[in-house]
């Protein structure tokens, strides 16, 4: 079963995506906090299953408004500790092509100052293939639910609810983690988990395995993945442990050129309380 530790970022507020970024500011102190393995929270001023049925509408505008933007993605990977101090960079493009297929390509090519490991582009591919987690009404029936209480993030206060896949599969994966649905515009606003199937193993020479991600409000309509960090270990030949995070940062949304359906519309479930003043703040 998941470890039930969730790392919430605490730190100022930044407001909505745009096209132009400026300097990323100093990384946020990181809280920890704990969800039982059997919440018992109090009953939520929204009823458990009416949440669960908005915010999951709001994510089929969510994931149909990701697969139609094109976006920028810098990716990173960090020794950590005193024996390391290295990294490896590298940032590219998602895009669509004329015949509707998405693609990833390089756009600045790898530079690496690593010492104690090597990544390369083909573990680049690996990377960008790392499922983007989206809990819509197609997807619910494979999922069960577990409201789990409410957590404020940043200025935002969310609903907390434990996901694990109903049944597992040996030919995809299936996130297994927890979601923080922001309580007015009823969209999932951060996911922290992992992908698992019937196979053991991830089937990667990576190490990284649990993903938190921060979503970004994007056009002041919709609910992104901007933030994707992963924290974890590979055993040094010596006999110590190399301590590696990941952080994947998606910026520049911008629709794609081609001609195909409109862009969805904005949700449109919302409750009557007045809207929050920020968003949650991406670490850098």
Do not use: C
């Not at 100093?26 to 704990?34: C, D, H, L, T």
């Not at 697969?67 to 990173?76: C, G, L, P, T, V």
């Amino acid at each position: 079963m998941l470890a039930a530790l969730l790392l919430a970022a605490a730190a100022p507020p930044l407001g909505a995506q745009n096209d132009s970024q400026g300097p990323l500011p100093p990384p946020p102190k990181i809280e920890v906090k704990r969800v039982p393995s059997v919440p018992h929270p109090a009953a939520p001023p929204v009823p458990e299953q009416e949440i669960i049925r908005r915010f999951t509408v709001n994510e089929d505008v969510m994931k149909q408004a990701y697969e139609s933007y094109n976006f920028a993605q810098a990716i990173r990977i960090e020794e950590l500790g005193e024996s390391g101090g290295g990294k490896f960079t590298v940032t590219g493009e998602e895009y669509t092509r004329p015949d509707g297929a998405r693609f990833w390509r390089v756009t600045q090519p790898p530079q690496s100052t690593l010492k104690l490991v090597k990544y390369s582009l083909e573990d680049v591919r690996t990377i960008v293939s790392t499922p983007v987690f989206f809990l819509t009404t197609s997807e619910l029936g494979n999922y069960d639910l577990v409201y789990a209480g409410q957590q404020q993030l940043d200025e935002l206060n969310t609903y907390v609810f434990q996901v694990k896949p109903k049944l597992l599969s040996r030919t995809r994966l299936f996130f297994q983690g927890v979601v923080f649905v922001d309580d007015h515009d009823f969209a999932v606003v951060e996911t922290y988990g992992k992908f698992v199937s019937d196979i053991e193993g991830s089937g990667t020479k990576l190490p990284f395995s649990l993903f938190e991600t921060f979503r970004q409000n994007v056009r002041e309509k919709y609910w992104l993945p901007a933030y994707t960090s992963s924290d974890d270990y590979i055993d040094d030949p010596d006999g110590t442990q190399i301590h590696l995070r990941l952080v994947i940062r998606t910026s520049e949304f911008k629709p794609n050129a081609l001609p195909s359906a409109p862009p969805p519309a904005a949700p449109t479930i919302a409750p009557a309380a007045p809207p929050p003043a920020g968003q949650p703040h991406l670490p850098n």
